[in-house]
């Protein structure tokens, strides 16, 4: 009962007017934020930043949010329309989203994102608003031991992205941890894989120089070599009709839905995890439970739903350790609890205790946020699928020019705009070559966390090893690995037994007739 009191008494914040055009705003905002590549929210919210001061600390953090949530959401847009990955929460959603965009699903793919994303928002605020407190201590176990361990399962869940060629998936992902590992050392503050001492390394190789490289100027010149005519991406027409149709068939995906929207919660509340490994994962037991695992990567619906169930779910989750424990779950809330320290406001569990108008008015406006979100989302897809009415070769050249200057923007280096270029041209050859992409960026991604929490772990249990499997969370997670990894091989080796069921008796065939 002091549950639903507490609630109540926050929607009456987050519903009055003022706080209403916030959370309006910041949606629309992030929508367009998100969508845009080379921004994300962790630019947006830090953009807006300074901008909240004008308004009251709740206002503000509620304005955060909202933009963060919206930025969620738009993620999906470039990803599908343009098959570039606004922020590296939305790289899962490219790999169906964009194939269903090419063959004029572009309208049914955006819904089916919209969608899940509501489902997996709306899931994460439910469960964020029964157990913050219980989910807290759980979050507060998790070391270095159990983060690498965590980690290790989002690779070895990625083991058959690519494919029956697990040889192929391996070796990028051994490029992508190469990659990682560019700039200075976490521990001795040593240069690594600098190439000459160029100035530009000293920063590593940025997760968006990479994905706007191999996704963006990579995808188009595959495009151009590969259509041979003006290729029609969508046919640009949507109508309310065709919403409610999209809606309808997202009913037969409610278990995939329910997997994103648990799995993306629990992993977002994990400090330093966030939305990427969960969209990641979420996309890659999708893909080992689907009836038809060999439809993924060529415009299968499972592989834009559970991304974006599981990446909005955790955006959610990732705001209870900055809450309860003042511990961001991810770069966004990073900034997020900055801001509320500038605001005179200290995040952990006595939060609860003296500002509960000022929780509770941030946790109503999470529901709010989210129905704002879809509503409007939905809303503008004719907008966005009008956007491919334009000739092939003059979205070929946007894209282009949008990838060099999503890719030069952040940190306004033409390092980072050359390195572009080379990556562009590297995942074209690739992608020739049919290697598997995907695996590339997850390793990217995930690699320094990985590094860290490896080597923490070693330092604090003095080089031993077995540590990684003497605490129990760390083991479950280890024993997952180990299974995920074994599964796809068993099931090549099974198919290949499928394939060639008389292989065996040949020999035995064989000797009889010699006899």
């Keep these: 009962m002091d549950l639903l009191t507490l609630l ?12 209403l055009m916030i959370v309006i705003l910041g949606v629309t905002a992030g929508l367009f934020i998100g969508a845009m590549p080379g921004l994300g929210s962790v630019n947006g919210v830090a953009i807006v930043l300074p901008l909240t001061f004008i308004v009251p600390p709740a206002s503000a953090i509620i304005l ?4 963060y949530y919206g930025a969620m959401y738009g993620g999906a847009i470039s990803s599908i329309l343009l098959g570039i990955p606004g922020a590296s929460t939305a790289v899962a959603t490219t790999f169906d989203g964009r194939p269903m965009a090419q063959k004029g699903e572009a309208a049914l793919a955006l819904i089916a994102a919209a969608f899940a994303s509501f489902v997996g928002g709306t899931v994460a605020v439910i469960l964020f608003t029964l157990f913050a407190v219980p989910l807290a201590d759980v979050a507060l176990a998790f070391g270095p031991a159990e983060e690498f361990a965590l980690v290790l399962l989002a690779f070895t869940t990625f083991v058959g992205l690519g494919g029956d060629d697990i040889l192929k998936t391996i070796i990028m992902i051994c490029l992508g941890l190469v990659l990682s590992t560019v700039g200075l050392d976490l521990i001795s503050g040593q ?3 600098i190439f000459g001492d160029l100035p530009g390394f000293y920063s590593g190789v940025s997760f968006l120089v990479l994905a706007i490289g191999v996704y963006g100027i990579g995808e188009v010149l595959y495009t151009i070599e590969t259509s041979k005519s003006n290729p029609t991406v969508s046919n640009a027409k949507i109508t309310f009709k065709d919403v409610i149709s999209g809606l309808k068939t997202m009913r037969r995906y409610t278990k995939t839905m329910s997997l994103g929207s648990f799995l993306g919660f629990f992993v977002g509340m994990l400090p330093a995890a966030g939305a990427t490994p969960a969209s990641l994962m979420a996309y890659g037991l999708a893909k080992q ?7 993924f990567g060529k415009g299968n619906i499972e592989g834009v739903v559970a991304p974006e169930t599981a990446n909005n779910a955790a955006s959610t989750g990732s705001l209870l350790p900055m809450l309860t424990l003042g511990i961001p779950g991810s770069p966004t809330t990073a900034l997020l609890l900055g801001g509320m320290v500038m605001w005179g406001l200290m995040p952990g569990p006595m939060l609860f205790i003296d500002q509960p108008d000022f929780v509770w008015g941030l946790i109503s406006s999470l ?11 939905i809303a503008l897809i004719p907008l966005f699928v009008w956007a491919l ?9 946007i894209v282009l020019v949008l990838c060099i200057v999503g890719g030069f923007a952040p940190n306004q280096k033409m390092h980072d705009v050359w390195l572009i270029v080379v990556f562009g041209f590297a995942g074209y050859f690739l992608r020739k070559a049919d290697y598997p992409l995907a695996p590339l960026v997850l390793a990217l991604v995930l690699g320094p966390l990985m590094e860290k929490s490896f080597r923490q772990t070693l330092i604090a249990e003095q080089g031993n090893i077995f540590a990684f499997i003497e605490r129990p969370l760390s083991a479950t997670f280890i024993f997952l690995s180990l299974l995920f990894f074994i599964w796809p091989i068993v099931g090549l080796l099974r198919k ?6 008389h292989f065996s008796s040949k020999r035995p065939n064989f000797s009889r007739q010699n006899s």
């Design 8 to 19: 109540s008494d926050g929607f009456a914040t987050s519903l009055s007017p003022f706080n």
């Design 64 to 67: 955060l949010a909202a933009i």
């Design 191 to 193: 240069p690594r894989l």
């Design 289 to 295: 439970t689907s009836k038809k695992p060999e439809t």
């Design 367 to 377: 529901y709010t946020a989210n129905v704002a979100a879809v509503l409007i989302n």
């Design 389 to 397: 009415r334009m000739p092939f070769s003059v979205l070929c050249a």
């Design 496 to 501: 290949s037994k499928q394939e060639h069921p």
